[in-house]
């Protein structure tokens, strides 16, 4: 592995989202307090405990997870996107990288900006309402995992995305309305029995719903399933982002 | 000698059918500079992209400083710098991060002493901070070839280095090839310029709809394909070529009479003692060589 290579794309991704500071990091911090007030607070306090723990304790995880994937996605997507937007991708594509140590810089950076998120937001939580982490060992997995996981996908959209339009649609029209319907503000147990068959597709719910178990030894699905549904979701990306350096798909042409 | 880049049977054809590239056969030899001239689409740019790994070959091989683009595509690359034609650049980085990226990017370690003197060299150190964005287009081009010799490439390749760029900066520029080349760095070079192949490659390729029609060293295509015209300017005009002249391709316009040149049929001094013999009196006597630019011309009219 050419590591000076790796550790300059991703040193040069971490600078772009210290130059948009506000952007990649503050805004979503703002929102998830917006959600913290109007969910956790007013409307919250108004609903019962969740499987034993407060409403507002109950959404950390899955406003955490809400948060990593959707900015896991759109960092990656856009550092790809980018560059190959303005021609400077070139240099990339003619250096002496493999295809693994391309993925891994611009992957990495857009993770790293995530988890650093997802920590934030943690952290922020704080302030708000109670939070206890009963595996922290396995929060951090869970967290760096669909870090990972949701980065590859982002990085493989970026690929394929040829406007600022296409950059945005999948992300807008089918990772959020998923991330919303994968249980962030509810336990897949409070929907009607055919709602929670039809959830159980989602693949969404089982991220949060290993996430929480991290954080309260709550879950909707099995822990093990969450695991074995983000390393599928992982591997797939995986497999893709290899065929997109084989065959050079709107790469290479 | 072993050449730096050896491509052989190199074709390329893109996914709608277009054959770029027509079995391409093709050595350059390390520490000259190699001009590529030819029309516009005639696919001297997707030959630079096959051989930096930008585009995939439909087939043949290429070889850099002996290493197949494609097996050993990782020590190929090391050896190549590229300053593409369109101006691509990180909008908001300062020149010094981008120059940085380019040398981290191609795995080699932090110097910034080698980047100074890239930048001093290409007059870019006091833009250093600048934002890329800030900068002019000749500007911009400075940072690309430093960008580009900032992992110390063996070959680099110019495709269109002066589009756009001032008289100035271009003669800049054409110092700063003739000192690499000193350094003995292999430069191709793509220009619309022909006078700047003329004035600085050691040989050159012509390259026309996606075939390599000729390569020769610069100073044999000049010597062969190069015409000199004798151009004499009559006291009086004249209404026919003298019988003695009629073999020769001389032509008649108003009071000039132009004789393109063959040694062979008849030289200088026996063309001037046929006017003297014929009592034709002449005012001035010129003659004109063709340029390159005359060579390519005629080579893509073929």
């Not at chain 1, 991220?207 to 709550?218: D, P, T």
């Not at chain 2, 101006?87 to 991060?97: G, I, P």
Request: hydrophobic letters at 45%.
């Amino acid at each position: 592995m050419n590591m000076t290579a790796i550790g300059a794309i991703y040193k040069f991704e971490m600078a772009r989202a210290w130059r948009t500071l506000a952007q990649t990091i503050a805004a979503p911090v703002i929102s998830t307090c917006l959600y913290f007030v109007v969910f956790g607070s007013a409307i919250g306090s108004r609903i019962d405990e969740v499987d034993g723990i407060s409403y507002g304790s109950f959404i950390v995880p899955g406003l955490i997870m809400l948060s990593v994937l959707t900015q896991s996605i759109s960092n990656s997507a856009f550092g790809i996107y980018f560059p190959k937007f303005t021609g400077t991708i070139y240099e990339v594509l003619s250096a002496p990288l493999s295809f693994l140590e391309i993925v891994v810089g611009y992957v990495c950076a857009a993770a790293s900006k995530s988890i650093i998120l997802g920590l934030l937001i943690l952290g922020t939580a704080h302030f708000f309402v109670d939070v206890t982490i009963s595996h922290p060992f396995w929060m951090l997995f869970f967290l760096v995992l669909t870090a990972l996981t949701f980065s590859l996908f982002g990085f493989l959209i970026g690929i394929w995305a040829e406007s600022f339009e296409e950059l945005q649609r999948i992300p807008l029209l089918i990772v959020t309305p998923l991330a919303f319907l994968g249980g962030s503000f509810y336990s897949i147990s409070m929907l009607p029995p055919i709602w929670q068959k039809i959830s159980m597709l989602n693949p969404v719910v089982y991220l949060i719903s290993g996430f929480r178990w991290s954080f309260y030894n709550q879950a909707d699905v099995k822990v093990s399933t969450s695991l074995i549904i983000i390393g599928c979701i992982l591997a797939i990306c995986i497999y893709l982002t290899y065929l997109v350096f084989k065959t050079g798909y709107k790469l290479k042409p | 000698m072993e050449s730096i880049i050896s491509i052989s049977k190199l074709n390329k054809t893109f996914k709608g059918g277009f054959q770029a590239l027509k079995n391409i056969n093709l050595e350059v030899k390390p520490g000259e500079i190699f001009a590529l001239l030819g029309p516009n689409g005639a696919g001297k740019t997707t030959l630079i992209k096959s051989i930096c790994g930008l585009t995939m070959p439909t087939e043949g091989k290429i070889l850099v400083g002996g290493y197949d683009i494609v097996e050993d595509y990782k020590k190929a690359r090391r050896l190549v710098g590229l300053v593409p034609q369109e101006l691509t650049t990180d909008a908001f980085e300062t020149v010094w991060n981008t120059v940085c990226f380019s040398r981290g990017v191609f795995g080699k370690k932090k110097d910034s002493q080698f980047i100074e003197k890239i930048l001093k060299d290409l007059s870019l150190w006091d833009k250093k901070s600048n934002i890329l964005r800030t900068l002019s287009g000749g500007m911009k081009r400075r940072v690309m070839i430093a960008k580009a010799l900032s992992h110390e490439p063996k070959v680099l390749f110019l495709d269109e280095p002066t589009a756009g760029v001032d008289v100035e900066l271009r003669k800049g520029m054409w110092d700063l090839v003739s000192e690499l080349k000193a350094l003995g760095v292999t430069i191709i070079l793509t220009t619309h310029y022909i006078e700047e192949a003329e004035l600085m490659a050691d040989r050159i390729g012509f390259i026309k709809n996606g075939e390599i029609i000729m390569v020769e060293d610069k100073d044999k295509i000049m010597k062969k394909m190069s015409q000199k015209t004798i151009e004499v300017t009559l006291s009086d005009k004249l209404d026919n070529v003298p019988t003695e002249l009629k073999h020769l391709d001389v032509r008649l316009f108003g009071d000039k009479m132009n004789y393109l040149y063959d040694e062979s049929k008849m030289n200088m001094q026996s063309f001037l003692n046929v006017l003297v013999q014929k009592n034709i009196n002449v005012q001035d006597i010129q003659t004109k060589e063709s340029s390159l630019e005359d060579i390519f011309v005629q080579l893509v009219k073929k």
